[in-house]
């Protein structure tokens, strides 16, 4: 079925215009047109009609003479009046004796009325009737918007053989498993009939943005051959209260007359969210719409074979009457793929994408850890393009690995130009990155460095890269990662004894690290495990706050300081000792801009050989002059 696309202006703002050209022409034609034509002549010109007989009636007036013209009888006069004693005598004279009935008919109040308003106002509305009526048959089931208070803005799909399947859904097993008795349902209710089970009434989607939620409930739908409705939660929301529970109804009324079909509800926790928080009172218009739902819910009879599927990103906001049995009986995670599933979605998207042959999916995918798979699939769309403006037809290795950099960092900025003491800065950052990263055991290999400038706003990076997933991070881990962290900082001040704001991310993620290990881990003495901040939202950025009294929070804050202070100093340890690399390396990354992960270990095994400034100072921490 179609989807509605609405008129570009609403139809009242149509209506008012008609009104307005209704009322310009009422003030400045209508009188005329319907009112007989009245012609001002001299009076000198009304004695000589009176004498030559042409005039039948005339109408005398304090202010003025109407008289009618014997040769035309559709033509009217009137002149000024003027004193003249023998004027009587003249009409006499001429046969005219009535002088005080009305020359000229006016039309009935009530005609004119009918015919200046009335008449104008029903033709502009069946006009706009016809309008309406033309967009429905247009766009299908419903109509414009100021007539559909009350439907439902549901997009239909009906079944088609070339939709969305399973195989088109990649990365997500587990949940693909899960909803897969929901198609089997949906192609053999008998099967379940007759053993007593019946299907869940519904499932819900939760998960990270970008992770497949709603291409899963496409791919359901796809697979099973029914009809597929979609609406967003924020489309029950209107500004006339009752209007979202009366979509609700008419929702689920459509459901019902194409059973078996897949209604599915995005961003559910719109309307879904828990009753009493946010609203006005007990009478709010998000409580009367989730209300709606619950009744609908468990109103409806499972067994015609009606599945709901809804998706959210914040399950922790959703109303429990909603998630109990008997409603949204299934909960299905959705959750960022691992190294296979990154794999298994890079090879999906790359079907439509024309690709050289032997490209290493598997590579690309290790270093796109942690991303979703809209992440994934823009990756392989920003290599094409990237082959495109590279004058070729297929897609290299080389462009899956910028576009992972472009979709990670941003694209390079060619436009920024650093001044030569920058760039040195900059240089010695990343490297004091690189080395307390390789320095250290238990920390992820490094595979690329580079101070070319990003969109992000980045000047440069490192990039660290585990083998294989990692799901668990031990104290020591963390903490080497904090020291990494700080390898930034502590070689520009090694080198240059001042520091600059290029270590403010660095800054935040080692304070966000730290007190997450006293807080939320429990890897500290002074609290163990107990837990002093809870985590909201955990799949839209993870927003945390303590759970503690002021005196306990200041003791936090206290040992999140030691913790990142300890590892600054280790930092700086490992670099005072292994300073004449970290200049070879600085240097040649100035040089050359971007090294790889096995330019700068090999390079890190070598012994250095001595800058020409390091001999010419007093002070061997010193840089280069440039």
Request: charged residues 25%.
């Amino acid at each position: 079925m179609k989807d509605y696309t609405p008129p570009k202006k609403p139809l009242i703002y149509y209506y008012l215009i008609g009104m307005l050209i209704l009322m310009i022409l009422n003030v400045l034609f209508f009188p005329q047109i319907l009112s007989a034509q009245v012609e001002e002549v001299s009076y000198g010109t009304f004695l000589t009609m009176v004498d030559e007989g042409n005039v039948t009636q005339v109408e005398i007036n304090q202010d003025e003479i109407v008289f009618a013209d014997d040769s035309d009888p559709t033509r009217y006069y009137k002149t000024g009046p003027m004193y003249d004693p023998g004027l009587t005598d003249r009409l006499y004279d001429a046969g005219i004796t009535d002088f005080g009935t009305p020359v000229v008919e006016e039309m009935p109040w009530l005609l004119s009325f009918l015919i200046s308003w009335v008449l104008p106002i029903g033709i502009i509305y069946l006009i706009g009737q016809l309008f309406i009526r033309s967009m429905v048959k247009k766009n299908g089931m419903g109509g414009g918007p100021a007539m559909t208070f009350g439907k439902s803005n549901a997009k239909v799909y009906v079944q088609s053989t070339g939709g969305v399947k399973f195989s088109d859904v990649a990365g997500e097993d587990e949940a693909k498993e899960l909803l897969g008795e929901i198609v089997d349902f949906l192609h053999d209710p008998e099967k379940y009939a007759r053993i007593g089970a019946t299907i869940p009434k519904g499932a819900l989607l939760v998960g990270p943005p970008g992770t497949g939620k709603t291409l899963l409930a496409k791919a359901v739908a796809g697979e099973a051959n029914v009809p597929f409705f979609s609406i967003s939660g924020s489309e029950f929301v209107e500004m006339f209260v009752g209007m979202g529970a009366a979509k609700v109804r008419d929702l689920f009324k459509q459901a019902n007359e194409k059973a078996p079909c897949i209604v599915f509800i995005d961003e559910i926790d719109t309307i879904g969210k828990k009753r009493g928080e946010g609203g006005l009172g007990g009478n709010d218009e998000r409580e009367q719409t989730l209300n709606q739902l619950l009744t609908e819910m468990d109103g409806f009879d499972g067994k015609k074979g009606v599945i709901i599927l809804a998706a959210t990103n914040r399950p922790d906001s959703l109303d429990p009457a909603l998630l109990r049995p008997g409603r949204f009986d299934r909960r299905i995670p959705v959750e960022l793929p691992d190294q296979k599933g990154r794999e298994d979605i890079l090879k999906v998207h790359a079907r439509k994408v024309a690709m050289e042959p032997n490209i290493d999916f598997g590579a690309i995918a290790r270093v796109a850890a942690g991303a979703s798979g809209a992440e994934l699939a823009n990756i392989i769309n920003e290599a094409a393009l990237r082959a495109v403006r590279s004058g070729r037809d297929k897609v290299s290795q080389s462009d899956l690995e910028e576009s992972v950099e472009v979709v990670i960092a941003g694209y390079q900025k060619k436009n920024a130009i650093l001044s030569d003491k920058e760039k040195m800065i900059v240089a010695y950052h990343e490297i004091g990155h690189a080395m307390v990263a390789a320095l250290q055991s238990h920390s992820a290999p490094v595979t690329k460095i580079t101070i070319i400038p990003r969109t992000s706003g980045a000047l440069g990076y490192t990039m660290q890269v585990d083998q294989g997933n990692h799901y668990l991070m031990s104290k020591e881990e963390i903490e080497n990662k904090i020291a990494t962290l700080t390898g930034g900082r502590v070689a520009e001040e090694l080198i240059f004894q001042s520091v600059t704001t290029g270590a403010s991310n660095d800054i935040e993620q080692a304070t966000r690290l730290a007190r997450a290990m006293i807080t939320r881990y429990g890897m500290s003495e002074e609290f163990g495990m107990v837990a002093l901040e809870t985590v909201q939202n955990q799949y839209l950025g993870g927003d945390t706050s303590l759970a503690c009294s002021a005196e306990t929070a200041a003791l936090v804050d206290h040992r999140v300081v030691k913790l990142v202070k300890t590892q600054y100093e280790k930092a700086k340890e490992l670099l005072s000792q292994n300073l004449p690399k970290l200049h070879s390396l600085a240097k040649y990354l100035y040089d050359n801009e971007t090294i790889t992960g096995q330019e700068f270990m090999r390079l890190l095994e070598q012994e250095p050989a001595k800058l020409p400034s390091a001999e010419s100072e007093d002070r061997p921490g010193q840089p280069r002059p440039l």
